[in-house]
């Protein structure tokens, strides 16, 4: 069906090890994601058995060569030599159409050499949520790995209590990290710098056009972490586990573990169960990102034209480009949400600044705000102004920043609903609503995951079923916490 590459094995062997997956008890296909799979150049998709058998790992498609990556990290800041694919497998690599190659990863398939104490399995809960989040920031237009497929098991993965086991297929342009490079560092020079080249040639070709190749690697990862954790912050997502072995060298959201959307507009927010001193909060993540992509370069370093003082100088610099590319990224994201002219950039982080300040005052839900103010901003109807104030502890604060945004430079009225639509989704995945579906499906019904799925991934959508789901958690649906699922 896919036509496997294996382009990774070129690769020096500390890097990756082959291992075979364990295989689970009666796989059961829950969700194939065919356009995925189209996109992928799939021909010829078999029956759901067939697929639950490759997609669980229970049986090696044609041309598979399962692998498990190594890799390294600093998990809250503190420095792990060794972590690498304990729970996860990659079975190789497909080129799509375009040309573009994309990892094909099981997630959940059992133990490999990089397990330390793990099981190497995954629960079902975490299937789902990965499934649903990052199908939703695909189609929000947020960089991201995706969902090809979910398959349950009748094993019992055992954590707080024995809950029932899935095995997850995620698809990544490279399962490359900053924590990958800190383990090649670790095994010197030459590992590095195989495993920069490979980089390069796999994501960003235009850097071996400069005169210092890995310096220009820095600045073009730097520039994509920037743009990623701008959209974000755009949607109120907060990833809840930005340690370097979840930062992507390709720029993709990875690792949907503890990560969840903001509600009410809290810039200190954290959901994170393991999150205590709120390192990972909404607001952290620009300067996080930076943290880690200073980590990056570390293991760079020894492989720059210039070596020394000046070396970590011009590193450094090229690290600080972070802020104007994250500033540039945000202000396109604030005319567009605020359905202003494009030239109006200031006007755009004035008036964002003063709402955002307005949001957390009046504890407003961040996405019922923005869809209110889409809607206002049809025909600035007194009906919907009404719904918008209603969102607010503070009304009156907020019907006058109204009026100067009605004042200000908007966009043509023909243009200024489509394109703050497309900026400001009907719907995210709340908490609530992801937990309803993982309920249900523990009892062994699906149905709420897939209406669920289906509104999430067209979330610019207007329907009665996205806005019945689109609805912000009541004081007792409220889910305060998450957890990394592992
Ligand atoms: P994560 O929290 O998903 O970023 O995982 C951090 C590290 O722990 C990675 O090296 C994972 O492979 C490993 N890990 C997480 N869960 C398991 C598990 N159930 N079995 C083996 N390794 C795991
Ligand atoms: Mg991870």
């Not at 520039?223 to 959209?231: N, W």
């Not at 109006?344 to 957390?360: K, N, V, Y």
């Not at 889409?374 to 109807?381: G, Q, V, W």
């Not at 966009?411 to 200024?416: C, H, K, M």
């Amino acid at each position: 069906m896919l036509r496997f590459e294996h382009d990774y094995t070129q690769l020096p062997e500390p890097l990756w090890r082959a291992c075979e997956p364990a295989g689970v008890e009666a796989p059961a296909l829950i969700a194939f994601n065919e356009a995925l799979a189209a996109k992928l150049g799939a021909q010829d998709v078999p029956d759901d058995d067939t697929l639950a058998r490759w997609f669980s790992g229970n049986e090696i498609p044609d041309g598979a060569y399962p692998i498990a990556l190594g890799y390294a990290g600093h998990q809250f800041g503190n420095f792990v030599p060794q972590l690498g694919d304990g729970r996860a497998l990659l079975l190789g690599e497909v080129v799509d159409a375009q040309g573009q190659r994309f990892d094909i990863q099981l997630k959940g398939s059992g133990r490999t050499p990089f397990s330390r104490g793990g099981d190497g399995r995954s629960p079902l809960g975490p299937v789902l949520r990965e499934y649903l989040v990052s199908e939703f920031m695909a189609a929000a237009g947020v960089p991201t790995t995706r969902a090809l497929a979910a398959v349950a098991s009748n094993e019992r993965v055992v954590r707080q209590l024995p809950e029932p086991g899935a095995v997850f297929t995620r698809v990544a342009s490279s399962h490359v990290r900053v924590g990958t490079f800190q383990f090649a560092a670790r095994h010197g020079e030459e590992t590095t710098r195989a495993l920069a080249d490979y980089v390069i040639a796999r994501h960003y070709p235009e850097a071996r056009k400069q005169d210092d190749p890995y310096l220009a690697l820095l600045a073009c990862v730097t520039r994509r972490q920037a743009e990623l954790v701008a959209r974000w912050m755009s949607l109120g997502f907060i990833h809840g586990v930005m340690n370097t072995d979840n930062t992507s060298i390709s720029g993709e959201t990875i690792d949907y573990g503890p990560c969840a959307f903001m509600e009410q507009f809290d810039p200190r927010k954290v959901f994170s169960s393991i999150d205590e001193g709120g390192r990972y909060a909404f607001s952290n993540q620009p300067a996080v990102a930076q943290w880690n992509l200073a980590r990056f370069a570390e293991t760079l370093l020894p492989l720059m034209n210039v070596q020394g003082d000046e070396g970590v100088e011009r590193a450094v610099e090229v690290i600080r480009g972070f802020e104007e590319h994250f500033e540039q990224t945000r202000q396109a994201l604030r005319i567009a949400k605020l359905g202003l002219a494009e030239q109006a950039g200031e006007t755009a982080d004035m008036l964002m600044e003063e709402l955002e300040t307005l949001m957390h005052k009046g504890r407003m839900d961040m996405t019922a705000t923005f869809d209110a103010l889409t809607h206002y901003a049809i025909d600035f109807d007194e009906t919907r102004r009404d719904a918008l104030l209603a969102l607010t502890q503070t009304p009156d604060a907020l019907n006058d920043w109204l009026t100067r945004w009605g004042e200000s430079e908007l966009a043509e009225s023909g243009a200024r609903h489509a394109a703050m639509r497309r900026a400001n989704p009907v719907i995210i995945p709340r908490n609530h609503r992801v937990k309803e579906a993982i309920d249900a499906a523990y009892e062994g019904d699906f149905t709420p995951f897939h209406t669920l799925l289906a509104v999430v991934s067209a979330p610019f959508n207007e329907s009665t079923e996205a806005r019945r789901l689109a609805a912000p958690a009541t004081q007792s649906e409220r889910v305060l916490r998450t957890f990394c699922g592992t």
